[in-house]
């Protein structure tokens, strides 16, 4: 018997589409959606202001997934990761950071990634395969269950496994349930962000097509630099990349993220700060400095601290906001480009 698909899987036209094929009346798709994603329902057997008969045709043809949490890693700093194993058996981390008042929710796009960044632990295990639109939302769904009150979880990045812009149409369409007001989980679009390496051919697309913030991952500032840190470069170079950004079609008040993790000896030198500013003039643009968090392992060193006050002095006397973001969770391996692997070979 063929498995039944995952009712997070297909879109709200889809699921009206299927209704009214039915003789259902696409009035039921806004209420099915509101109890799977504002009230956590488990079962079609809850949804209990929808007759009998369309409950049963409802679990007849669909389910409503969970992955399954196979482990929870507290750090010291409060930081929790999540390690959730999927219907085939891959596995995949989520990482939930409180900050004052509120948490952020970090999740994954892709099993692994393709992209190869030599920082980054997650690109050194490959690529295994893009996520399901349910199982990117099945992460925020599970994680909300888990909090006190759901309503401080308020930002969400997608900063976790895999480059997000890979998977277009599922991270898309998982952005759009996100920011729905109506049937959807109800996020601030200014308070979620994709972070992508510069897949640049996408940018446009992602623009027009949701209303969430955008952030680079940039972490060089000449081609030569950036094509050995992050082989995207050699596809979309710096220069195609900050110019994307520039025709970014950013909503009103926004600016776009840049993220510049400080590598010792490698892209934190006086010189690339000066670069970096010089670069992100056309752009309405501010920037996060997140030093290295080495690993065992790891062929790269955090630079001093005098090192790391002294970029972000230069991008400041520039008048940029530029912020030195320490990673949280570093006990546990759950700072960005550093999932996955450590827990690829574990049993359980
Ligand atoms: S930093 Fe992001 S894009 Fe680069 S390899 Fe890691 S997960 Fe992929």
């Known amino acids: 018997m063929m498995a039944k698909p995952d009712i997070k899987d297909i879109t709200g036209e889809q699921l009206t589409t299927w209704l009214e094929k039915g003789g259902i009346s696409p009035y039921r798709t806004g209420q099915i959606l509101r109890w799977i994603y504002k009230r956590q329902a488990d079962s079609f057997e809850q949804m209990t202001d929808i007759s009998k008969e369309i409950r049963s045709r409802l679990s007849l043809h669909f389910t409503i997934g969970r ?3 196979i482990r ?5 700093d409060g930081s929790k990761k999540y390690l959730f194993g999927l219907e085939d058996g891959n596995r995949i ?3 939930l950071i409180p900050e004052r008042g509120h948490f952020t929710l970090c999740i994954s796009s892709q099993v692994g990634c393709a992209q190869g960044c030599r920082f980054c632990l997650t690109g050194k295990g490959g690529f ?3 996520l399901s639109r349910g ?3 099945a992460q925020v769904r599970d994680i909300q269950r888990d909090l006190a009150d759901p309503k401080y979880l308020t930002n969400i990045v997608l900063m976790g496994m895999g480059e997000p812009l890979a998977n277009y149409r599922n991270v ?3 952005l759009n349930l996100l920011t729905d007001t109506a049937a959807g989980f109800s996020f601030a679009g200014r308070r979620v962000t994709l972070s992508t390496a510069g897949l640049v051919s996408r940018l446009a697309d992602l623009g027009k097509e949701t209303t969430v913030n955008l952030a680079i991952s940039l972490n060089a500032t000449d081609n030569r630099a950036r094509d050995r840190l992050m082989p995207i470069n050699k596809k979309f170079p710096i220069e195609q990349l900050l110019d994307a ?4 079609p950013l909503k009103p008040h926004r600016r776009i993220t840049f993220e510049y993790i400080l590598l ?3 892209n934190d030198s006086e010189k690339d700060a000066g670069r970096l500013a010089r670069l992100l003039r056309p752009v309405k643009s501010k920037i996060n400095l997140i030093p290295f968090n080495a690993y065992e392992g790891s062929e790269f060193q955090r630079p001093e601290e005098p090192v790391i006050e002294q970029f972000q002095q230069i991008l400041l006397r520039k008048n940029y906001t530029a912020i030195i973001r320490r990673s949280k969770g570093q006990d546990i391996s759950a700072a960005c480009g550093q999932l996955q692997v450590k827990s690829m070979g574990d049993t359980r």
């Open 67 to 69: 992955p399954e949490k």
């Open 72 to 76: 929870v890693e507290q750090s010291e």
């Open 93 to 95: 981390e989520s990482v």
């Open 128 to 130: 295994v395969r893009n």
């Open 135 to 137: 199982e990117i939302l």
């Open 172 to 174: 898309v369409d998982a």
């Open 245 to 248: 950004c520039r025709r970014y």
């Open 264 to 266: 010792k000896g490698i």
